[in-house]
């Protein structure tokens, strides 16, 4: 069902005048995301006409865009992902594991996205497989999928990465070991090593110059200065949160349903859009209880702003996946992991191709609904044929 507000509203009604005011100044991937979502489900992307096979009921559907920053598109994307992640569960507890940067941190990744986010990827999971192969904590290899997410509640630039991880993992001597029921590795002995692996490779970055600086910032291109910005930062406890394990795979992947293809903010969280601006739902994360659902009014050009900081580059991927849950090495290790938990192994895939999805039901008797026509981008679909005149003649004589 459609939201009574949608982000694409509000991106139809102000984005051109937000284009043309800061025209020069976006990128052509953000200018690609508005158009994308401004045009979802509208005829400029073309669409199908559908026929209730019992009724005849008839109604026009309208394509998605399908990019991963529009709010509409992603309850499909998210359906089949966790389809396909389904099969890579195994029967133990699991554990929850953000990373978060400090904000001295995030301001130099809102301007070096690419090279900064890949290196939060890499610290964080370099972080988590390190401390769980030390014999002195858990002592075995564990799998990792990780999740990038840019954003707080307000849509503030907030990096940091979300990790679902089993609690246990294979030993070097090819044994199973679980980690204790509630507890995984030390979160102060992780923070402390993401902390070095970080910054260290953070000064590689900028000494190769790969690092760039623009507005307040700029003088951090110098070394002297960009070592005395982070000066405070090496001091700093490094957040690193572990909830406790989830109750079993189904609510892995429920929880994973809701982490994986989130975006900026979604369109159950919008209250109003007029002349005052946007105003939506948010938490702060500063106070408890019931106070911590708040509301917020933001003009509608920052409103706009705070979604577009948090549009990725592109080809960048958010979600990966390390250690036994690594690309090629996933299926074996997987088998591998099962087989020592003696739990039967996952089913294999069918040879034949699935049935065809047999489409949504009818509004009006639940019948089946299947496409009858379809149509190009900006263009609509035909009316039905006109009944000739004599056929309308004869509908109108008593005789």
């Known amino acids: 069902m459609r939201a009574a507000l949608e982000v694409a509203d509000i991106f139809r009604a102000a984005g051109p005048a937000y284009r043309s005011a800061h025209a020069g100044h976006l990128s052509l991937d953000q200018l690609k995301v508005m158009s994308a979502i401004e045009t979802c ?10 026929a209730c096979s019992d009724c ?32 890579n ?26 090279v900064v986010y890949n290196l ?10 390190t401390i769980a192969a030390d014999p002195k904590h858990l ?52 923070g402390a090593l993401f902390r070095r692996l970080f910054l260290t490779r953070l000064l590689e970055l900028h000494n190769a110059g790969r690092l760039a600086f623009f507005g307040k910032v700029a003088g951090l291109s110098d070394r002297r200065a960009f070592l005395r910005h982070l000066a405070p930062v090496r001091k700093k406890r490094w957040v690193v949160y572990a909830k406790a394990p989830f109750a079993g795979p189904e609510a892995v992947l429920a929880y994973l349903s809701r982490y994986t ?43 706009i702003r705070r979604f577009l900081v948090h549009v990725l580059p592109r080809g960048f991927h958010r979600i990966r996946h390390y250690g036994m849950l690594a690309g090629s090495s996933r299926k074996g290790c997987l088998a591998h992991a099962r087989e020592l938990l003696e739990v039967a192994p996952a089913p294999e895939e069918p040879a034949c191709e699935e049935p065809a999805d047999p489409g949504p039901s009818c509004p009006c008797c639940g019948g089946t609904m299947v496409i009858i026509e379809t149509f190009a981008p900006w263009r609509q679909p035909r009316a039905p044929p006109a009944a000739p005149a004599s056929n309308r003649e004869n509908a109108h004589d008593p005789a």
Request: charged share 15%; with cysteine; hydrophobic share 40%.
């Open 89 to 114: 569960l195994l029967p133990v507890g699991y554990f929850h594991v953000v990373f978060t940067l400090p904000a001295e941190i995030a301001h130099i990744a809102f301007h070096n996205k690419t």
């Open 139 to 190: 002592g075995a290899r564990i799998g990792i999928t990780a999740v990038l997410h840019t954003w707080g509640s307000a849509m503030t630039h907030h990096p940091h990465i979300h990790m679902i991880v089993p609690g246990g993992g294979i030993t070097p001597d090819g044994r199973w070991i679980s980690s204790r029921p509630a507890f995984l590795l030390p979160v102060r002995v992780l």
């Open 56 to 87: 005849g009921h008839q109604r026009i559907a309208y394509n998605s865009c399908r990019n991963r920053h529009c709010p509409r598109c992603q309850g499909a994307a998210a359906r089949a992902w966790l389809e396909a992640q389904e099969a």
């Open 120 to 129: 939060l990827f890499k610290a964080a999971s370099e972080t988590m497989l």
């Open 41 to 50: 489900r509208t005829a400029a992307l073309g669409g199908h006409v559908e």
């Open 261 to 303: 293809h989130r975006v900026a903010i979604s369109n159950s969280r919008l209250i109003a859009f007029d002349q005052t601006g946007v105003t939506f739902h948010y938490k702060d994360y500063r106070r408890t209880g019931a106070d911590r659902q708040q509301v917020m009014n933001l003009a509608v050009d920052e409103f």
